[in-house]
């Protein structure tokens, strides 16, 4: 019994017609000749994983091809290759191929055509006629699946429009929608099953997409998956969603339309809270430029929303730039503002101003230029420190501590930053900074990491800061003083104040702090890990891994 004859899947008849170059009967190869390197082309895999393999032996599970006509090939030392495919979703595992073709530059190839929806095949090659002559590559496996997945999608928070069914939520609030994949199988065939869906709320779907792109999310084994997504704004939403199976076939687009009521609750202003939600948020830029935004609250790393890559300054993607955000200065809020920062060209400071929920979609950013009027530690205006320089090239660090009147009115963030060693807060002016103070002179800060965690339960701000070197964690409370301004006294000293040590840049490579995520009343950190995981502490203990980011 040959090698192919240890595997069988499933299946029903098929036929393939074989394309090449036909060698005489007769034609035989020398011994010592070998076939290798057996391919098919497209590669056979799986969708879910991105995996590709050609199942070369008895134990790797056979991938699958969305193809018909697949074309097989290998690199040979004979003169001629004999190519044999067997369908073994019949029970005889037909024979449907069985051709000999010549050897050009070192390789040979045979096109199939016709293979059957749903069934399983297995090939090999042998060196010249006789398949007793020289040494054969050994005996291949894939599977195909023509077949387009279908889906259905249903949700209790938000029912389908028309259902007659009143929604379990509001506007602002997180939905799950269960998403159920449809793929069905031939008769006496395989079907290689749901693997992941696109999805798009209020939008285009994106085009050459797979498992592994933004918006996606994969599915169970059982081919269903759930969505947690936030509808903005209250009125019919519009939830569009493709499936693609493990073969790579990509469903008709379904849209599901549902309408989120309007919610009559009012919702505290939260600082850090970029969605409305009265929830502090993460913002990580994924793998494709756009700009996740992640309840701190999550149980998982899955956005509730994202702000596109072409919203960024220069529309270069979100990756290039630091956004800082702790208050708004507008009377949209609850919701904060963004402070964005480029990375690679200091001297620039945007403004978004956060209308819409975290959209930013509405209106272009604004410049922040720095101020040119200094106050000394009493508050007055005073000369600039000789080294204090006029844009914000000189900012090693830049963090939003808080806006100057708490959650009590509209005011940008108050920033702090290390320039020179020495740390600097810059004040709201009203849409602008217009004052620089010096906060700390005498300590260098240059080794040390500012996070800003916003206020606690009774208003009550502070700076952490971790150095670099060792990893430990500095906690600095700040007071707010009568005229609202910062009391930055408690930093004047950057090695005081420790609180825990562990959070080495080895370990996170990231660490920030959005506010409170877990309710307790007193700011969390979070941070991404060396192989970006996303890492939430209560406070800055139990870390929890909330798995990978996009």
């Not at 030392?77 to 191929?97: G, L, M, Y």
Request: aromatic fraction near 8%; charge should be negative.
């Amino acid at each position: 019994m040959t090698l192919r004859h240890a595997r069988r899947i499933g299946g029903a008849t098929a036929a393939a017609l074989a394309a090449g170059l036909f060698a005489a009967p007769g034609a035989a190869a020398v011994p010592g000749n070998a076939v290798t390197e057996p391919k098919a082309l497209p590669a056979p895999g799986f969708a879910a994983t991105g995996v590709r393999t050609d199942a070369c032996d008895d134990t790797t599970a056979p991938g699958w091809l969305e193809v018909a006509n697949p074309v097989l090939t290998v690199s040979a030392t004979s003169p001629q290759v004999r190519f044999k495919v067997w369908d073994d979703s019949t029970p005889e595992h037909d024979k449907i191929v069985d051709t000999t073709v010549d050897v050009t530059d070192g390789a040979a190839k045979v096109a199939t055509s016709a293979l059957a929806d749903g069934h399983s095949y297995s090939w090999q090659a042998w060196p010249g006629y006789d398949p007793g002559s020289g040494k054969p590559a050994p005996t291949c496996h894939f599977r195909v699946d023509l077949t387009h997945p279908g889906l259905s999608v249903s949700s209790a928070d938000f029912p389908a429009s028309g259902s007659g069914t009143t929604p379990g939520k509001y506007a602002g609030e997180n939905g799950v929608f269960t998403l159920t994949g449809l793929d069905t199988a031939p008769a006496g065939g395989q079907a290689s099953g749901v693997a992941c869906y696109q999805y798009v709320l209020n939008g285009s779907l994106g085009v050459g997409w797979d498992c592994a792109s933004g918006h996606t999310v994969k599915a169970g084994a059982d081919g269903t998956a759930q969505l947690t997504l936030k509808p903005k704004d209250w009125g019919t939403n519009l939830l569009t969603v493709q499936a693609m199976d493990d073969a790579g076939n990509v469903g008709q687009p379904f849209t599901y339309s549902f309408y989120a009521p309007w919610d009559p609750r009012p919702k505290p202003a939260v600082p850090g809270d970029v969605d409305g939600d009265a929830v502090p948020d993460i913002l990580v830029p994924d793998a494709q430029g756009n700009l996740q935004v992640i309840s701190a609250a999550a149980e998982n790393a899955t956005p509730t929303s994202t702000i596109p890559a072409a919203l960024s300054p220069q529309r270069a993607g979100w990756q290039d730039f630091l956004a800082l955000h702790r208050g708004w200065a507008n009377i949209h809020g609850p919701g904060d503002d963004l402070v964005v920062r480029p990375k690679d060209s200091t001297q620039l400071l945007y403004i978004y101003s956060n209308w819409s929920k975290g959209d930013f979609s509405d209106r272009p950013p604004t410049l922040a230029w720095k101020p040119s009027d200094c106050l000394d530690a009493a508050g007055a205006r005073g000369a600039c420190p000789e080294d204090y320089t006029a844009d914000w090239s000189a900012a090693d660090q830049l963090v939003a501590v808080g806006g100057r009147y708490g959650a009590a009115r509209p005011s940008l963030p108050t920033l702090l930053s290390v320039e020179h060693g020495k740390l600097y807060a810059y004040i709201d002016k009203g849409r602008d900074y217009g004052y620089a103070q010096p906060v700390a002179t005498t300590g260098d800060w240059s080794g040390y990491e500012l996070i800003a965690p916003g206020a606690d339960a009774s208003g009550n701000l502070t700076v952490w800061a971790r150095e670099r070197a060792t990893g430990t964690l500095h906690a600095y409370p700040v007071t707010r003083k009568a005229d609202n301004l910062l009391d930055f006294t408690a930093l004047a000293d950057p090695s005081a104040n420790v609180v825990a040590t562990g959070f080495t840049t080895a370990a996170y490579p990231t660490l920030d702090s959005a506010g409170d995520g877990d309710g307790d009343g007193k700011p969390d950190l979070w941070a991404v890990t060396p192989d970006r995981h996303l890492v939430t502490f209560s406070g800055w203990s139990a870390p929890k891994d909330l798995g990978a980011l996009r």
